[in-house]
């Protein structure tokens, strides 16, 4: 096991309706600094098409990381406003990661059993 | 407890190389055509950018379906061949669902709790 790998992932994947796209960014860009300087944050992947769907990836040392982020005040508003006028559709998915491999194709492999 | 919520995730964010997308394209349209008649297969999402990077989850009831889907030939094949020539980095991650929460804005929540 690797004491670096993370524990928890959260999936949230979203399609945002025809909206405001420079406050939503911004916000969105806000929220993603907040987040990595939370306690127990290891990381995040985040991909949009042009279509506004999106995938967001979070990684997490445990699952009281996780619930302390979501009682964050500005990211409590964030999702509120989400709710309220950027989402058509979302889904957050809070899972324990089992087993992590990495392939590099330099050679940099690294294999990890979490649990 | 919803019966018709996924177990598992399988996260498979990746980035290529300088390929040949037609290829790489053809072969990965196949996998995903592959892997949704699989037994236990429950849905995917899917997505990529211009620059190559792309997050792929794959979801299923269970982990010996994700096992049953890694030993497939195909996807065997296919798998060798991304490492051989397609992938410049890739990361999989074999993940338990703990809680799934569904927003739509026309109202169709659901909120699940797997386990």
Same mark, same amino acid.
């Given at each position: 096991?690797?004491?670096?790998?993370?524990?928890?992932?959260?999936?949230?994947?979203?399609? !945002? !309706?025809?909206?405001?796209?420079?406050?939503?960014?911004? &916000?969105?860009?806000?929220? &993603?600094?907040?987040?990595?300087?939370?306690?127990?944050?290891?990381?995040?992947?985040?991909?949009? @098409?042009?279509?506004? %769907?999106?995938?967001?990836?979070?990684? $997490?040392?445990?699952?009281?990381?996780?619930?302390?982020?979501?009682? @964050?005040?500005?990211?409590?508003?964030?999702?509120?406003?989400?709710?309220?006028? $950027?989402?058509?559709?979302?889904? &957050?998915?809070?899972?324990?990661?089992?087993?992590?491999?990495? %392939?590099?194709?330099?050679?940099?492999?690294?294999?990890?059993?979490?649990?």
């Amino acid at each position: 096991m690797n004491n670096n790998s993370p524990h928890y992932a959260v999936i949230f994947s979203s399609q !945002t !309706t025809e909206i405001e796209k420079s406050e939503y960014m911004e &916000v969105a860009e806000r929220m &993603v600094a907040l987040a990595s300087h939370q306690e127990g944050f290891m990381g995040m992947e985040n991909i949009q @098409n042009e279509q506004g %769907f999106s995938i967001m990836i979070s990684y $997490w040392d445990s699952l009281t990381a996780i619930k302390q982020w979501k009682k @964050n005040t500005d990211h409590y508003a964030a999702r509120k406003k989400g709710r309220e006028s $950027w989402y058509k559709t979302f889904t &957050v998915s809070i899972c324990k990661i089992e087993h992590m491999y990495h %392939f590099a194709s330099d050679g940099d492999d690294n294999k990890s059993q979490v649990i």
